[in-house]
Each structure stands twice: as structure tokens, then as C-alpha cells.
């Protein structure tokens, strides 16, 4: 595992940078296979990277129709919901760049149990990358959030989805949030070829410092336990996040 560390001002420079990743790994992706398979992350910091891929600037850089989208995790609401990142990646870059459903993989959360919400986009993530049985998908790129707990998709401290090994996705009661959330696992995401993490906020500055430089605790910081073998982790992080870091 390759893990490079970029610190940055502010938001926007971050996710200027992030774009131009996000441009560079795609085309490469479709020089060599033909497509670009992509898990986009939930939450807000990334909503200025989505608005960016979408505009003038970059949105005539990458050839979209080959580019396929899925969702690292979801929430369990309608995809109208407020709270889904599904609707926040919709709005922001799938309705604006005017995308063919079928480029769009998100979590069929209208499904009537959490089990098979999991289920289903096991097998969609499977027939799409044509597994077999206990096969992992190769996403070129999989973008992750940090939450200030040191969560990363829907992989929360002390959840039971921290322990899977053999399943692409799963449902994960989340007690501390009274719900249950939606996520890949481990070795879905530790599949990668590519993954960035994004990264902003004085309120994940303590836990950054933990994850990245504290000792290896990876129940109780679930983000320490993202190391692909064979890919890059690029943490890409906001300079108010990164203020009690000492290594870099
Ligand atoms: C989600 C995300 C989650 C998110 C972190 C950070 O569904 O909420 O997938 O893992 O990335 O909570 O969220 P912010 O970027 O909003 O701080």
C-alpha cells in the first residue's frame, strides 16, 4: 500500500486538486480498460468536488459515458431524501452532467429491509465487475469522507460490518446513530486501485492525529483499516484538520 498524504489551505484548493485526480485516474482507467468504475462518498465535504467535476472547467475533460458510478455507503431513506448521498451526488454532478441512468449504480434503498437493500447492491456491484462467487469488485477509484469518530463510509468504531470478510456490502446497525446504515466492507474497498480520502474541519483535527499517526486501534478508528495491497490511499486534508499533525 502506497499512502500519500497532501495537506491543503482550504476546501476549494482541496477539491481542485481531488478534480484533477479524479480526471487524471479516469482517463486512465479508459485507456486501458475501457471504463472508469468509481464509489463516490457520502457526506458534505465532498458536494464542492462534485459541483467542480460538473463545471466548465472539468466537466469536457473525462468522456462520462464511460465512467460508472457507485456509493460507498448510503443511508437507509428514499433516494429524495435529504439525507441520502445519492440526491447530494444527483443534484450536484449526475443531473448537471446530464448522465444516463445506466452510469448510475446507487443503493436501492426503496427495498423493503436493510438486508436486501445489501443484498441487491451486492449482486448489482457483482454482475457489473462479473465476479465470481467470492470475488471482489477492482474499483479504479473509490472516494472515502472521515467522520469526526474516525468512521469511514458506514464502517463505524465497534460495528459488526468492521468484521466482514467476505461480503461486498452489508447492513450496519449503528447504535451511537440509532439506525442502520448501508456500506461496502473492507475488502470491497481494499480492492482499489485508487482511493482519496477527503478531509476538512478543525473537528476531525484530534482524530486525524489518532488515525494517522496514534496507535493501530482499527475497531475503535475504523479508517486506519483502509490499506488496499495493491493501491494508492491519497489523504487529501483541509489545513484546519491537519493542525495537530506532526509527521507531515
Ligand atoms: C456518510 C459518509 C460518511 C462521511 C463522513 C464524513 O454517509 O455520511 O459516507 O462516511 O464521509 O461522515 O462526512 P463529512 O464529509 O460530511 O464530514
Known amino acids: 500500500m502506497n499512502r500519500i498524504v497532501n495537506i491543503y489551505p482550504n476546501?476549494?484548493?482541496?477539491?481542485?486538486?481531488?478534480?484533477?485526480?479524479?480526471?487524471?485516474?479516469?482517463?486512465?482507467?479508459?485507456?486501458?480498460?475501457?471504463?472508469?468504475?468509481?464509489a463516490l462518498a457520502g457526506g458534505s465535504t465532498p458536494k464542492s468536488l462534485y459541483q467542480l467535476l460538473a463545471s466548465e472547467r472539468f466537466k469536457d475533460k473525462l468522456d462520462w459515458e464511460k465512467v460508472f458510478f457507485f456509493f460507498g455507503d448510503e443511508r437507509k431513506v428514499s433516494p429524495d431524501d435529504a439525507e441520502s448521498n445519492f440526491k447530494m451526488a444527483n443534484e450536484n454532478l449526475f443531473e448537471q452532467l446530464k448522465l444516463s441512468?445506466?452510469?448510475?449504480?446507487?443503493?436501492?434503498?426503496?427495498?423493503?429491509?436493510?438486508?436486501?437493500?445489501a443484498e441487491k447492491y451486492e449482486e448489482t456491484v457483482k454482475d457489473f465487475f462479473n465476479l465470481p462467487a467470492n470475488?471482489?469488485?477492482?474499483?479504479?477509484?473509490?472516494?472515502?469522507?472521515?467522520?469526526?469518530?474516525?468512521?469511514?463510509?458506514?464502517?463505524?468504531?465497534?460495528?459488526?460490518a468492521l468484521n466482514e470478510t467476505e461480503k461486498i456490502a452489508v447492513a450496519n446497525y449503528v447504535e451511537k446513530l440509532q439506525t442502520t446504515r448501508l456500506t461496502l466492507t473492507f475488502p470491497a474497498i481494499n480492492n482499489a486501485t485508487n482511493i482519496i480520502f477527503l478531509v476538512s474541519g478543525a473537528n476531525k483535527?484530534?482524530?486525524?492525529?489518532?488515525?494517522?499517526?496514534?496507535d493501530f486501534q482499527t475497531k475503535k478508528f475504523p479508517s486506519q483499516k483502509i490499506n488496499?495491497?495493491?493501491?494508492n490511499v491519497f489523504w487529501l486534508i483541509e489545513t484546519n484538520a491537519a493542525q495537530?499533525?506532526?509527521?507531515?
Do not use: C
Open 11 to 38: 476546501l476549494e484548493t482541496l477539491s481542485q486538486t481531488a478534480a484533477e485526480m479524479f480526471i487524471r485516474i479516469g482517463n486512465e482507467a479508459i485507456q486501458k480498460r475501457g471504463q472508469f468504475t468509481v
Open 101 to 117: 441512468a445506466q452510469n448510475i449504480f446507487r443503493w436501492e434503498t426503496e427495498l423493503k429491509n436493510a438486508e436486501k437493500i
Open 135 to 160: 470475488g471482489f469488485p477492482g474499483f479504479d477509484l473509490i472516494l472515502l469522507g472521515m467522520g469526526d469518530d474516525g468512521h469511514t463510509a458506514s464502517l463505524f468504531p465497534f460495528t459488526e
Open 205 to 214: 483535527a484530534e482524530i486525524l492525529r489518532e488515525v494517522l499517526e496514534g
Open 228 to 231: 488496499p495491497e495493491n493501491g
Open 244 to 248: 495537530k499533525l506532526s509527521k507531515y
